[in-house]
């Protein structure tokens, strides 16, 4: 079983900046990769970015190209988002997740952690 907790969300300004983290622990897989998901009030949750934990292969929503960058840290199990440049529309819960490398679905989740970007 796999423990992912995020921590820090919180209240900032449009064009501001937040840091969240994700760290790991538990039974993890032996090879797999990490993302960050999203999802805000009345809308379905959607894929912000990945990262391979192995080789650190990063993917990224187009929405966030060029402002978030996603990284690892392996001796802390921890991944973390940088957010920069925040807009209104990136209001949401962000979760963390871990899936096997060679699938799709993301098997573990974390509870979230809410990010508030105003206007």
């Known amino acids: 079983q796999v423990q992912l907790v995020e921590s820090g969300g919180g209240l900032v300004q449009a064009g501001g900046s937040l840091r969240l983290s994700c760290a790991a622990s538990g039974r993890t897989f032996s090879n797999y990769a990490m993302g960050w998901f999203r999802q805000a009030p009345g809308k379905e949750r959607e894929f912000v970015a990945s990262i391979t934990w192995s080789v650190g292969s990063t993917y990224y929503a187009d929405s966030v190209k060029g402002r978030f960058a996603i990284s690892r840290d392996k001796a802390k199990n921890t991944m973390y988002l940088e957010m920069n440049s925040l807009k209104p529309e990136d209001t949401a819960v962000y979760y963390c997740?871990?899936?096997?490398?060679?699938?799709?679905?993301?098997?573990?989740w974390g509870q979230g952690t809410q990010v508030t970007v105003s206007s």
């Open positions: 997740a871990q899936r096997k490398i060679t699938t799709t679905s993301y098997d573990y």
